[in-house]
């Protein structure tokens, strides 16, 4: 059995730049997990000290926080910066730039449209932005008999799919009369999904590696089983079954932008020794 990793997998920009930060700010504590990754987020900890609170009220006695990739709550970072901690800002400057136009636009009186999901970090981040409380959905159907002025802008959650911002953005244009639309989706997401795409058109199986909490990691799984009905998602390699790989001519393998190449390599040794034995 060949395997063959996707043309473009694994950490992205912003991952890698929050990364470095925490390694060099040794004995921090991170305001919620840093990355969608716990085996990176152990590895963090026991190598660096760089432990993780549930939220600023979790902090205790930290001399140093670094707030996590996704971003926090605006007032929780405003009321963090007023006190003696140092801090860290590990923001992805991609997630930096929705809050930004969200606090400018709701400025301007524009109604803000969200498209992701608000049970995420970095949408809650986002949303906190604004001065009037945003409409955030994940379907257009949820946009239905909503009233929403003259004016809205409309941004996504850095990683959703561009199609389906479409369909957002489409429904509103047809309604109100100024639509300004921002499009917030990373490069980083659109690239590994490509790729995904492509090879899992020609893939017998599929493994997808990150942590299962991560939405760029489940958009790839998604975009993946839609061309491969034979895609897992795994977060090591002890979830990895023999039986995925029987009779199988291609193994194609991706990883969300929060999976270390450590993990990578560990998965793809493992399958190799199932390749052997097929
Ligand atoms: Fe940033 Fe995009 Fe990565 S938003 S954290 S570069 S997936």
Redesign the pocket.
């Known amino acids: 059995m060949e395997i063959r990793l996707a043309k473009n997998y694994g950490f992205?920009?912003?991952?890698k730049r929050?990364i470095e930060i925490a390694e060099a700010s040794k004995n921090a504590t991170t305001i919620g997990p840093l990355?969608h990754n716990n085996e990176e987020i152990n590895r963090l900890q026991d190598n660096f000290n760089v432990t993780t609170a549930q939220g600023i009220s979790d902090i205790g006695d930290a001399k140093k926080a670094i707030i996590r990739?996704h971003g926090i709550v605006k007032d929780d970072l405003a009321k963090i910066k007023a006190s003696d901690i140092e801090v860290i800002d590990a923001t992805?400057?991609?997630?930096t730039k929705p809050q930004n136009i969200v606090e400018r636009m709701s400025n301007k009186g524009y109604k803000i449209v969200i498209f992701g999901d608000e049970n995420h970090p970095e949408v809650k981040g986002v949303k906190s932005y604004a001065i009037n409380e945003p409409i955030v959905v994940l379907r257009e159907d949820e946009l239905e008999g909503i009233r929403f002025g003259h004016k809205v802008a409309v941004i996504s959650q850095?990683?959703r799919k561009v199609s389906e911002f479409l369909k957002i953005a489409n429904y509103l244009i047809t309604r109100v009369s100024e639509v300004r639309v921002f499009n917030t989706i990373?490069?980083?997401?659109f690239e590994n999904q490509d790729a995904v795409r492509e090879l899992a058109q020609e893939a017998d199986v599929m493994i997808i590696i990150g942590g299962k909490n991560s939405s760029?990691t489940k958009q790839l799984y998604t975009i993946s089983k839609d061309h491969c009905i034979d895609s897992y998602l795994v977060e090591n390699e002890k979830e990895l079954k023999m039986s995925w790989f029987e009779n199988k001519k291609l193994c194609g393998v991706s990883a969300g932008?929060?999976t270390p190449n450590w993990i990578i390599q560990n998965i793809v040794s493992e399958i190799e020794t199932y390749s052997i034995s097929n």
């Open positions: 992205c920009f912003g991952v929050a990355i990739t992805c400057p991609f997630v850095t990683t990373c490069n980083a997401t760029n932008a929060s």
